[in-house]
């Protein structure tokens, strides 16, 4: 094959004509032809949009306006031959810089790891067997198979379609999805027009489709005009832009407030210029956030991080805040409070009922008659069972190294097992049967059906399907011997309500004898003429880490609520099992078309269990919660709940069985499809969101209180305490570590035992204001004091300020082990344990303050001198006091507002 590109375009030609230029079959590639044309095409991904250079991105991060005013600064105190002062401004710039530089590089390597997590998948042939793979794995001649749902992975020609409709909108522009079919095209046809063509980017909403990939990567369509599909997340959220806007208008009032006090040094207290120039730039660092965004940002991203470690992968970084006023989560069943490997455990028929034995999707076990082992062949009902259920079946099982697994819908899965275990041929039962027409699942009619043929002559319709939508079919019913008889439907009913109720969802299965010749099946086939065969009952248990994570909710003030398509009885039997709330109240779709709006927002809140629902009911739920004031998150899997994941608060979709529609629509992703993991989001979300106050309530009352030290002194005509070039040391060694630290912090205990925040709650609420004004007026209060002590023992005034710019640095690290625990005691050993990285900050800090105080040539750059050890042991007390001062006012406003979770450390 020398090139999929040929002078007749692929939508001109005939299916056979593709395969034979591709120089592949209808089964698929082998591995090893696989393998060599993935190293003659390369992989089926889009050329990576074009990067910055390093360098620009560094220099980047000088574009800001504080940055403009500090070199500025830098350029004054050149010209007045201040050296050290410009070297430590220039210093600071440099550091701030190299800082956002690599955080942004980590931001950008944790989303690129991302978009790897979120690949898409494809469902292949390959050596004849069915496999899923990453679709960066295709290649030309690849057997693809597509369903409602999938992102079309490569450009791809049909070979058989079902129903098949594709959203083209992306290509195109029509929004109108487009027919498909297997019918060769004219050469000219326009792009819209090639109806025999699956583009890669597009969107299946229809039907069910097997094509043959012909081109990949660069080569598709798509890959034409790739800067449509070019684009790379912003590592950035609402919160971090109000804060970078409030940090900008804080800048320029501070700097206001530093010119006026320019002009009042200078002209009112006739303070030299050099002098007061310093003491303004001191201001401005001290009290200007500079790093405040940038911490922020850090901190957003560790979080996002530490989501996908918990297997909760963020699309949209919003998502992160609004985790951590989640009030109700609305659960899917299937795979996400449940384990999604479920096994047939019964099988009614001919007015018997079977005990199916058997573990996950192995195809092997006993099946129990009462007290007695049974096999297929020796029931002609129990073949047509088996029949049934392998025939009318998209899935396939293989085994691998610790067991069996599946490939397709696991109910599908587990009925091919049934299958394996009535006939004892293994993964591919009935195989002399051959499927020649299908009608495939759709939520409009419930059931599935396919019309197969053997080589004797036979021929046959079999039929699997919500047990209503079968019942409904049916004519008669197979007897013992296999011999129809009156159809009885109060029976089966009957029957569906026990299996159900013992928590088992349950199929119907029925068949029709058709002539040889018959050879296209169409719904008129079905209506009313088809012998039930019974019924099946599969159970999908709950997975264990769910029902902890759902009583970890209940605790944390979250309603957690079912949602599902299963049968009334079945989600109220799973719900019980998981411990959701008020179980055995349960509304199922039909009642919920009989609510108005205000009824159903009434319904929406009391009940947790919902049955027999659509997505179309999803969304009206989804409404109806928020209409209440509730923050909603919501989990889908399919195209349909693409609306009601956009709708939602938070979105959540399924990584593994979830459509490419809903992984696009939501927020976040489920790499493991586990309710576990929406619970662990949740306490991220919460845990980012508590870091983020946290950096706020450090950085803005430590930065209040160094300008404040320096503003009273100049506004009182005080000596100066601490000096501006020690004020920027301070900014450059604490701001850029001690900051930091807190976007590594984890969990707080008890963070799942405090209700959900009010959603438009304020960062900048009441209480930070009042810490900030008491943080200041502490911090101020200790440094003169420490500076008064100091003078009034005789010692020098170098000394004295070098104990004043120690005091102000204890204080700050007293203050950041304060601030770890904001809704707790700090006053316990997990408090003082601390992170590995905190520890790392405060001993780089440590080390640096040692030395500017005790080394000689830093102590003749800054101005130092060394402190006795007695004064040392007295500006750590003194920290020690501060602390305990700020400890008991928080103890005090906890216990006065009920929120003292001392119990919880």
């Given at each position: 094959?020398?090139?999929?590109?040929?002078?007749?375009?692929?939508?001109?030609?005939?299916?056979?004509?593709?395969?034979?230029?591709?120089?592949?079959?209808?089964?698929?590639?082998?591995?090893?032809?696989?393998?060599?044309?993935?190293?003659?095409?390369?992989?089926?991904?889009?050329?990576?949009?074009?990067?910055?250079?390093?360098?620009?991105?560094?220099?980047?991060?000088?574009?800001?306006?504080?940055?403009?005013?500090?070199?500025?600064?830098?350029?004054?105190?050149?010209?007045?031959?201040?050296?050290?002062?410009?070297?430590?401004?220039?210093?600071?710039?440099?550091?701030?810089?190299?800082?956002?530089?690599?955080?942004?590089g980590?931001?950008?390597?944790?989303?690129?790891?991302?978009?790897?997590?979120?690949?898409?998948?494809?469902a292949?042939?390959?050596?004849?067997?069915?496999?899923?793979?990453?679709?960066?794995?295709?290649?030309?001649g690849?057997?693809?198979?597509?369903?409602?749902?999938?992102?079309?992975?490569a450009?791809?020609?049909?070979?058989?379609?079902?129903?098949?409709?594709?959203?083209?909108?992306?290509?195109?522009?029509?929004?109108?999805?487009?027919?498909?079919?297997?019918?060769?095209?004219?050469?000219?046809?326009?792009?819209?027009?090639?109806?025999?063509m699956?583009?890669s980017?597009?969107?299946?909403?229809?039907?069910?489709?097997?094509?043959?990939?012909?081109?990949?990567?660069?080569?598709?369509?798509?890959?034409?005009?790739?800067?449509?599909?070019?684009?790379?997340?912003?590592?950035?959220?609402?919160?971090?832009?109000?804060?970078?806007?409030?940090?900008?208008?804080?800048?320029?009032?501070?700097?206001?407030?530093?010119?006026?006090?320019?002009?009042?040094?200078?002209?009112?207290?006739?303070?030299?210029?050099?002098?007061?120039?310093?003491?303004?730039?001191?201001?401005?660092?001290?009290?200007?956030?500079?790093?405040?965004?940038?911490?922020?940002?850090?901190?957003?991203?560790?979080?996002?991080?530490?989501?996908?470690?918990?297997n909760?992968?963020?699309?949209?970084?919003?998502?992160?805040?609004?985790?951590?006023?989640?009030?109700?989560?609305?659960?899917?069943?299937?795979?996400?409070?449940?384990?999604?490997?479920?096994?047939?455990?019964?099988?009614?028929?001919?007015?018997?009922?079977?005990?199916?034995?058997?573990?996950?999707?192995?195809?092997?076990?006993?099946?129990?008659?009462?007290?007695a082992?049974?096999?297929?062949?020796?029931?002609?009902?129990?073949?047509?069972?088996?029949?049934?259920?392998?025939?009318?079946?998209?899935?396939?099982?293989?085994?691998?190294?610790?067991?069996?697994?599946?490939?397709?819908?696991?109910?599908?899965?587990?009925?091919?097992?049934?299958?394996?275990?009535?006939?004892?041929?293994?993964?591919?039962?009935?195989?002399?049967?051959?499927?020649?027409?299908?009608?495939p699942?759709?939520?409009?009619?419930?059931?599935?059906?396919?019309?197969?043929h053997?080589?004797?002559?036979?021929?046959?319709?079999?039929?699997?399907?919500?047990?209503?939508?079968?019942?409904?079919?049916?004519?008669?019913?197979?007897?013992?011997g296999?011999?129809?008889?009156?159809?009885?439907?109060?029976?089966?009913?009957?029957?569906?309500?026990?299996?159900a109720?013992?928590?088992?969802?349950?199929?119907?299965?029925?068949?029709?004898?058709?002539?040889?010749?018959?050879?296209?099946?169409?719904?008129?086939?079905?209506?009313?003429?088809?012998?039930?065969?019974?019924?099946?009952?599969?159970?999908?248990p709950?997975?264990?880490?769910?029902?902890?994570?759902?009583?970890?909710?209940?605790?944390?003030?979250?309603?957690v609520?079912?949602?599902?398509?299963?049968?009334?009885?079945?989600?109220?039997?799973?719900?019980?099992?998981?411990?959701?709330?008020?179980?055995?109240?349960?509304?199922?779709?039909?009642?919920?078309?009989?609510?108005?709006?205000?009824?159903?927002a009434?319904?929406?809140?009391?009940?947790?269990?919902?049955?027999?629902?659509?997505?179309?009911?999803?969304?009206?739920?989804?409404?109806?919660?928020?209409?209440?004031?509730?923050?909603?998150?919501?989990?889908g899997?399919?195209?349909?709940?693409?609306?009601?994941?956009?709708?939602?608060?938070?979105?959540?979709?399924?990584?593994?069985?979830?459509?490419?529609?809903?992984?696009?629509?939501?927020?976040?992703?489920?790499?493991?499809?586990?309710?576990?993991?929406?619970?662990?989001?949740?306490?991220?979300?919460?845990?980012?969101?508590?870091?983020?106050?946290?950096?706020?309530?450090?950085?803005?009352?430590?930065n209040?209180?160094?300008?404040?030290?320096?503003?009273?002194?100049?506004?009182?005509?005080?000596?100066?305490?601490?000096t501006?070039?020690?004020?920027?040391?301070?900014?450059?060694?604490?701001?850029?570590?001690?900051?930091?630290?807190?976007?590594?912090?984890?969990?707080?205990?008890?963070?799942?035992?405090?209700?959900?925040?009010?959603?438009?709650?304020?960062?900048?609420?009441?209480?930070?204001?009042?810490?900030?004004?008491?943080?200041?007026?502490?911090?101020?209060?200790?440094?003169?004091?420490?500076?008064?002590?100091?003078?009034?023992?005789?010692?020098?005034?170098?000394?004295?300020?070098?104990?004043?710019?120690?005091?102000?640095?204890?204080?700050?690290?007293?203050?950041?082990?304060?601030?770890?625990?904001?809704?707790?005691?700090?006053?316990?050993?997990?408090?003082?344990?601390?992170?590995?990285?905190?520890?790392?900050?405060?001993?780089?800090?440590?080390?640096?303050?040692?030395?500017?105080?005790?080394?000689?040539?830093?102590?003749?750059?800054?101005?130092?001198?060394?402190?006795?050890?007695?004064?040392?042991?007295?500006?750590?007390?003194?920290?020690?006091?501060?602390?305990?001062?700020?400890?008991?006012?928080?103890?005090?406003?906890?216990?006065?507002?009920?929120?003292?979770?001392?119990?919880?450390?």
């Amino acid at each position: 094959m020398s090139s999929v590109r040929n002078e007749t375009p692929f939508h001109a030609l005939t299916a056979e004509q593709v395969l034979e230029r591709l120089q592949t079959t209808a089964a698929g590639l082998d591995a090893a032809e696989a393998a060599r044309r993935r190293q003659q095409y390369g992989p089926n991904r889009l050329p990576e949009p074009p990067q910055r250079h390093p360098l620009l991105r560094f220099l980047a991060h000088f574009h800001n306006v504080l940055i403009y005013v500090l070199l500025g600064a830098a350029v004054v105190t050149a010209l007045l031959a201040h050296w050290v002062d410009t070297g430590v401004i220039l210093a600071v710039v440099v550091i701030n810089a190299v800082i956002g530089f690599i955080q942004e590089g980590r931001a950008e390597q944790a989303m690129a790891a991302i978009r790897d997590m979120l690949a898409p998948r494809a469902a292949v042939l390959r050596d004849g067997h069915r496999q899923s793979l990453d679709a960066a794995e295709l290649v030309p001649g690849d057997i693809v198979l597509v369903e409602a749902g999938d992102r079309v992975p490569a450009d791809l020609r049909l070979l058989e379609a079902r129903g098949l409709k594709v959203e083209e909108a992306i290509l195109t522009g029509e929004s109108v999805p487009v027919d498909k079919s297997v019918a060769p095209c004219p050469e000219d046809a326009a792009l819209g027009d090639r109806s025999a063509m699956l583009f890669s980017g597009t969107l299946v909403v229809a039907g069910t489709g097997r094509a043959v990939v012909v081109a990949t990567g660069a080569n598709t369509e798509i890959g034409r005009i790739s800067g449509m599909l070019s684009r790379v997340e912003t590592l950035t959220t609402p919160l971090v832009q109000q804060m970078d806007s409030f940090a900008r208008w804080l800048s320029a009032f501070i700097l206001l407030v530093a010119a006026s006090l320019l002009l009042y040094g200078y002209f009112i207290r006739h303070l030299p210029f050099g002098e007061l120039f310093m003491v303004a730039v001191g201001l401005s660092v001290a009290a200007i956030p500079e790093g405040l965004p940038a911490v922020l940002t850090i901190t957003l991203a560790v979080g996002v991080q530490a989501m996908a470690r918990r297997n909760a992968i963020v699309r949209r970084l919003p998502a992160i805040e609004t985790l951590g006023s989640v009030s109700v989560i609305c659960s899917d069943k299937t795979g996400t409070l449940t384990r999604n490997e479920m096994v047939a455990t019964a099988l009614a028929a001919a007015g018997e009922v079977y005990a199916v034995e058997g573990d996950g999707y192995a195809p092997e076990g006993t099946v129990w008659l009462g007290q007695a082992p049974v096999r297929a062949i020796e029931d002609p009902v129990l073949i047509e069972a088996a029949r049934a259920t392998a025939l009318c079946n998209d899935a396939a099982l293989y085994q691998a190294g610790d067991g069996w697994r599946a490939e397709g819908d696991p109910m599908e899965a587990a009925l091919l097992a049934l299958a394996g275990k009535l006939t004892g041929e293994g993964p591919q039962p009935c195989a002399e049967w051959t499927r020649t027409d299908a009608i495939p699942f759709d939520s409009a009619h419930r059931y599935m059906a396919v019309l197969v043929h053997d080589h004797e002559g036979h021929a046959r319709i079999y039929v699997k399907g919500a047990p209503e939508a079968v019942l409904a079919l049916c004519a008669d019913q197979l007897g013992a011997g296999a011999e129809p008889v009156p159809l009885d439907p109060g029976h089966w009913h009957a029957q569906v309500e026990q299996l159900a109720g013992a928590g088992q969802r349950v199929l119907a299965l029925a068949m029709r004898a058709v002539p040889q010749e018959h050879t296209v099946l169409n719904t008129a086939d079905l209506d009313g003429r088809l012998t039930l065969i019974g019924l099946v009952g599969l159970i999908d248990p709950p997975r264990p880490e769910a029902i902890e994570a759902v009583a970890e909710c209940h605790a944390a003030g979250i309603r957690v609520k079912m949602i599902t398509g299963d049968h009334a009885a079945t989600a109220r039997a799973i719900a019980a099992q998981i411990g959701l709330r008020n179980s055995e109240r349960v509304l199922t779709g039909n009642d919920l078309e009989t609510l108005d709006d205000a009824a159903l927002a009434d319904a929406a809140v009391e009940t947790d269990v919902f049955a027999r629902t659509s997505p179309e009911h999803k969304l009206r739920l989804v409404t109806a919660l928020q209409a209440r004031g509730l923050t909603v998150a919501m989990t889908g899997d399919g195209v349909n709940d693409a609306p009601a994941l956009k709708r939602a608060d938070a979105g959540i979709a399924m990584g593994q069985r979830g459509s490419e529609a809903a992984k696009e629509a939501a927020d976040l992703v489920l790499a493991d499809d586990n309710f576990a993991s929406i619970a662990a989001a949740v306490r991220e979300g919460r845990t980012v969101y508590d870091n983020i106050k946290k950096v706020i309530s450090w950085t803005l009352p430590t930065n209040g209180g160094e300008a404040g030290t320096l503003l009273l002194a100049l506004l009182a005509g005080l000596a100066l305490p601490i000096t501006p070039l020690q004020i920027l040391w301070v900014n450059l060694i604490t701001a850029v570590t001690l900051g930091l630290a807190l976007a590594f912090e984890p969990t707080e205990p008890g963070t799942m035992r405090r209700p959900p925040r009010p959603r438009h709650e304020p960062l900048l609420t009441g209480q930070l204001v009042w810490q900030i004004v008491l943080t200041t007026a502490l911090v101020v209060a200790a440094v003169f004091g420490i500076y008064s002590y100091a003078t009034d023992r005789g010692h020098s005034e170098a000394l004295a300020q070098t104990m004043a710019l120690n005091t102000l640095v204890v204080l700050e690290i007293f203050y950041l082990f304060f601030i770890r625990r904001m809704h707790s005691t700090s006053l316990t050993w997990a408090a003082v344990r601390a992170t590995p990285v905190m520890w790392g900050c405060l001993l780089a800090v440590t080390a640096a303050q040692f030395a500017i105080t005790y080394l000689a040539p830093l102590q003749g750059v800054f101005g130092t001198t060394a402190i006795p050890f007695w004064d040392g042991v007295l500006i750590v007390a003194v920290g020690a006091v501060f602390f305990a001062l700020v400890e008991v006012e928080k103890q005090m406003r906890l216990a006065l507002s009920g929120r003292n979770d001392r119990r919880a450390s």
